[in-house]
């Protein structure tokens, strides 16, 4: 191959010097070409890329192609009813409805229903009439002093320099209008989160930004004076782990810590930021349950819980048995799967470690109960909640309420780049270039927010009175099958086998 370049490259040369011989104008190729042959010679020298020492020019069309691929992948390859983490209908939909366009779809199910992996609802030949508003949840326990009517869907924790400035701004915007809260993400309260005016579910992670000492130790004192500071913050989340990478801690790139959010996080600007995998206020469930009644004191009776990845079990039932043995406890816990999303996790952790949300719900649900603790402490669900559909199933499992942060994305206008960690995010959502923010108008994006928020809630009220229910309190997994069990259905009535029903051999029935 290098003789080859060598060889195409002299000739190269040498024909565009015999035409400059006779046309001057030819000479103007040396520009191209001399720069190309040069940069073949560097290639073959450089010992870094195996591709490009091989195939001197031709190897950059591989990391072009490369870098294009998720492209290729999303707008040409993949079906209606592809697409990870959310398929292209899935992607559909949430536009529709953030735009408040019909949203129907034509020609019936593009699903394999007849699969075991399919789940349906089982509705009711006796519907009811559509509800007028969706309820709403009361969160605070017996120790609370300000409960907060929540919203049955509402925005998962992502912090500013994850998201944009404008993204931030559009979501509380939406929040304000819509009558439900939004969580800060571990990155801290900025004024991005409180110049709309929305609910705030402030989240305090390991690295306590914006409560924090020099030394990366959570300071009472600065958080006192931040919730006195701002009504708008309602509830107080402390984010134990979440689903996609738990154990680990935030990621932040050095890109996007930018002065002003280092100056948010009270940390240094222009480093990578690594929250800790662990809490240092505290090492055991007793600790535990005390930094939780210490927020809420400090918070002035404020709601106060907690968020969380299942990994071991027999350490949540401890802590349940310690609330019971000692009174203290939290208001809510917010139930993340291993299949939630973030902007910057290793893959092993994305991919491997974390319980799934749907037996996470149901565990933490039925172990709560076992306790006598379920009607005091709310369980919140946070894991891939993008439809009516989907929201409905987490009732089910277990959930009172919901939070989603990825159907939000979309509803600013997301289209699932994947260029999340990057700082190259097309649409300005997850990115600190200001060239890519530019684009995303708060006016526009706010009210997309709003609309995704109403017509999910909608539709999940039409899916309720379907199944002819009267109150979400009254959905359960009952409502639920699979695909799996219309085998077993068959089974049941066809004891000699479907086949033989729909294909009967010669001389059957007789």
Known sequence: MRKLFYLVGALVLIAIAL??????????????????????????????????????????????????????????????????PFSRQQRSLAYQRAKNVGDTVP?????????????????????????????????????CKKPYMASLLNISAMSFGSLSDRAVLALN?????????HNTGEGGLS???????????????????GCRTKEGKFDPDLFRTKVAEHHQVRMIELKISQGAKPGHGGVLPAVKNTPEIAAIRHIEPHTVVLSPPGHSAFSDAEGFLKFITQLRELSEGLPVG??????????FTELCEKMVATGMRPDFITVDGAEGGTGAAPLEFSDSVGMPVEPALMFVRRTLERFGLHGEIKIIASGKVLTSASLMKMLGL??????????????LGCIQALRCNTNDCPTGVATQDKGLVSGLVVSDKSERVFNFHKNTLHSLMELLAACGLDNVEDISMSQFMRGD??????????????????????????
């Open 107 to 143: 020609f019936g199910t593009q699903l394999d229903i007849n699969a075991a992996n399919y789940e349906g609802i089982r509705h009711s030949i006796y519907p009811k009439e559509i509800p007028a508003d969706p309820p709403r949840v009361k969160i605070g326990g017996a120790y």
């Open 173 to 181: 915007t939406g929040a304000r209008k819509g009558g439900f809260y």
């Open 306 to 315: 907690f968020k969380l990845c299942i990994g071991r079990t027999e350490e």
């Open 19 to 84: 035409f400059g011989w006779f046309d001057h104008r030819y000479l103007w190729g040396f520009a191209l070409a001399i720069p190309l042959f040069l940069l073949g010679i560097y290639n073959m020298v450089q010992s870094r890329h195996t591709i490009l020492r091989n195939f001197p020019v031709l190897g950059y069309m591989r990391y072009a192609l490369e870098f294009i691929a998720p492209e290729i992948q999303q707008y040409f390859i993949e079906r209606h009813t592809d697409g990870r």
């Open 191 to 209: 004024p991005h989160h409180l110049k709309p005016g929305g609910d705030i579910t402030w989240q305090i992670g390991t690295g306590y930004f």
């Open 485 to 510: 069990e219309f085998v077993r259905l068959a089974d049941r009535y066809f004891p000699d086998g479907l086949e033989q029903v729909m294909h009967p051999s010669p001389g059957a029935g007789k």
């Open 398 to 411: 277990g959930a009172d309420l919901c939070n989603s942060a990825r159907g939000f994305m979309f509803s």
